[in-house]
Each structure stands twice: as structure tokens, then as C-alpha cells.
């Protein structure tokens, strides 16, 4: 095989709440290598989501509903390009499992800073959070969208890659 297998990155657990999911959620969200503002930005959006679902009597912590709404926005099939007798052919591929969680962090993290409505970006990762929990929002249409543009090329499934 001329392809090298790339090692699994091995993510260690945030100081909070000793998940690695969260490290690499922040990992994400961290912009010019400034990582204890992207924890502080995450720990106000849990503390937030905290504030906001104490009223509700769901009884879910703050980190279960961040963990349903990734989940909730997570895509399962994409649409990749491919060039056939000079038409440019869309093929919907189902997704690797480690890719889907980084596509919909990724999801959610564009979402939250699109947002107008709140000043902070904790306020906005907070309120999309609570969005995507709800299949609302920004990432969850974005997610959608993907779906149905598989949908639509289920037609070419078999000129897979």
C-alpha cells in the first residue's frame, strides 16, 4: 500500500469535566493558539446552558445536552465531486465515524459565530447548543441540507469512490 495510515490523535481530557470530547471541541473553537480563552468561552456557554435548563425539568446537565445537540447535528452522509464524460456528477458517500463528530463541531462552532442576536461568543455557542439540542438552529438546517442533497443524488450511489 502506497498510503500511510495517519496515527489517531490522542486527546486528553479537560480540566472540568474530564472528557476529551470537550478538549477537542475546544481544540476547535481555540483561534491563534489561545487555549484558556476557548475553554473560558465554553465554560460560560456550559454555565449558560446551565442557567437556562434550571428552570426546564429535563434534569439534564449541561455537558449531556451539548453532547445530544453534537450528536443531533451530526451528519451521516456527504456529498463528494466527482468528474464523469465532462459532467461533474455528485456522489452522496456515508461519512467515517471520527469524521462525523469533527463535521459537526465544526457545524456548530461556524453556526455560533454567525450569530447576531448575542454579543458574546459564549452567548452565541450557548444559545446554538441549545438550538441544536432542540433540532433547531443554524447547524441543525446546515445538516439537513446535507441530507437532502444526498437525497437528491441517491441516483449516482453506485459510482462510488
Same mark, same amino acid.
Given at each position: 500500500m502506497r498510503k500511510i495510515k495517519r496515527k489517531q490523535k490522542i486527546y486528553f481530557p479537560d480540566p472540568k469535566f474530564n472528557d476529551p470530547l470537550v478538549t477537542r471541541f475546544v481544540n476547535h473553537l481555540m483561534k491563534n493558539? +489561545?487555549?484558556n480563552l476557548a475553554y473560558k468561552i465554553f465554560y460560560h456557554a456550559m454555565d449558560k446552558i446551565d442557567s437556562i435548563n434550571s428552570h426546564k425539568e429535563n434534569n439534564k446537565t449541561a455537558l449531556e445536552i451539548w453532547k445530544e445537540g453534537l450528536n443531533n447535528v451530526m451528519p451521516h452522509v456527504e456529498v463528494r465531486h466527482r468528474r464523469m464524460g465532462g459532467a461533474n456528477i455528485q456522489i452522496p458517500v456515508p461519512i467515517a465515524p +471520527?469524521?462525523?463528530?469533527?463535521?459537526s463541531i465544526k457545524l456548530l $462552532?461556524? !453556526?455560533?459565530? +454567525?450569530?447576531?442576536?448575542?454579543?458574546?461568543? !459564549?452567548?452565541?455557542?450557548?444559545?446554538e447548543i441549545i438550538d441544536a439540542f432542540n433540532s433547531q438552529g443554524e447547524a441543525f438546517k446546515k445538516k439537513?441540507? $446535507?441530507?437532502?442533497?444526498?437525497?437528491?443524488?441517491?441516483?449516482?450511489?453506485h459510482f462510488r469512490f
Amino acid at each position: 500500500m502506497r498510503k500511510i495510515k495517519r496515527k489517531q490523535k490522542i486527546y486528553f481530557p479537560d480540566p472540568k469535566f474530564n472528557d476529551p470530547l470537550v478538549t477537542r471541541f475546544v481544540n476547535h473553537l481555540m483561534k491563534n493558539g +489561545k487555549k484558556n480563552l476557548a475553554y473560558k468561552i465554553f465554560y460560560h456557554a456550559m454555565d449558560k446552558i446551565d442557567s437556562i435548563n434550571s428552570h426546564k425539568e429535563n434534569n439534564k446537565t449541561a455537558l449531556e445536552i451539548w453532547k445530544e445537540g453534537l450528536n443531533n447535528v451530526m451528519p451521516h452522509v456527504e456529498v463528494r465531486h466527482r468528474r464523469m464524460g465532462g459532467a461533474n456528477i455528485q456522489i452522496p458517500v456515508p461519512i467515517a465515524p +471520527k469524521n462525523k463528530v469533527t463535521k459537526s463541531i465544526k457545524l456548530l $462552532i461556524t !453556526s455560533a459565530y +454567525k450569530r447576531k442576536n448575542e454579543k458574546t461568543m !459564549s452567548d452565541k455557542l450557548a444559545s446554538e447548543i441549545i438550538d441544536a439540542f432542540n433540532s433547531q438552529g443554524e447547524a441543525f438546517k446546515k445538516k439537513e441540507n $446535507i441530507h437532502k442533497m444526498a437525497e437528491a443524488n441517491k441516483a449516482f450511489s453506485h459510482f462510488r469512490f
